[in-house]
């Protein structure tokens, strides 16, 4: 089955800096990789998704970048601020049937204001 | 548009005892999956509800099983609890098969084995 491995476990930047959290998955067929932010005593929140037809995708601070080939991508978060402080957990999934999503272990990022 | 809702929130059990879980989905949404969260573990797949079928397992043992009721509601429920089944239960919701959008979660159970 699919497993996806995630790193670092724990991240702390500086307000202002950026983030990079990197993600490895084994199956070649997975084509769908979103990315789950969870703050403290609430649930996973999607926050921004690729799909395997794409290399990058942005949508404000925040950017993911797909490399097929090396079965790796990563979530970037430019400018953080405080808010950002919350586990993140990256995800791959690939379409057709009834596939499960294999989550990674989990991200937990401070920013330091 | 009434989110994912999970009761109950909190539970404290007995090592022995049993305990059921619900998941009430998004309105339209017929996929019902469930996510065991330990801070060790990161999210772990239960198992996945599609049109009152199972349609994927997660490795766990057979004390974990679940349900889907033809409103698309499901229950999950433990068997035989141990103190390693305390955790927070997750439930995500899409609209089904071959859905590449995300889930959505519920905010969860969390449950306490003691």
């Known amino acids: 089955g699919e497993n996806v491995e995630q790193h670092p476990s724990t991240l702390s930047v500086q307000e202002g800096d950026s983030a990079v959290i990197k993600c490895t998955y084994s199956?070649?067929?997975?084509?769908?990789f979103p990315w789950y932010k969870q703050e403290l005593g609430k649930r996973p929140q999607l926050i921004i998704d690729?799909?395997?037809?794409?290399g990058e995708k942005k949508d404000q601070r925040i950017a993911v970048t797909l490399n097929k080939t090396a079965k790796h991508f990563s979530l970037h978060i430019t400018e953080t601020q405080p808010e950002d402080s919350a586990v993140y957990f990256c995800?791959?999934?690939?379409?057709?049937?009834?596939?499960?999503?294999?989550f990674g272990t989990g991200t937990k990022l401070q920013v330091i204001p | 548009k009434a989110g994912v809702t999970q009761t109950p929130r909190y539970l404290i059990k007995t090592r022995g005892q049993q305990v059921t879980l619900s998941c009430s989905p998004i309105?339209?949404?017929?996929?019902v999956s469930w996510y065991q969260q330990t801070p060790g573990q990161g999210l772990q797949f239960l198992f996945e509800?599609?049109?009152?079928?199972?349609?994927n397992k997660g490795n766990f043992p057979g004390r974990f099983s679940g349900r889907q009721f033809s409103n698309s509601r499901s229950e999950m429920n433990v068997s035989t609890l141990e103190l390693g089944d305390s955790a927070l239960y997750l439930c995500?919701?899409?609209?089904?098969?071959?859905?590449?959008?995300?889930?959505?979660f519920g905010s969860g159970t969390r449950l306490t084995v003691v």
């Open positions: 995500a919701s899409s609209p089904g098969q071959g859905y590449l959008n995300g889930y959505t």
């Open positions: 199956d070649s067929a997975s084509n769908y």
């Open positions: 509800y599609f049109s009152e079928t199972q349609r």
């Open positions: 309105s339209g949404h017929r996929s």
């Open positions: 995800a791959a999934s690939r379409s057709g049937g009834y596939q499960k999503v294999t």
């Open positions: 690729i799909r395997s037809n794409v």
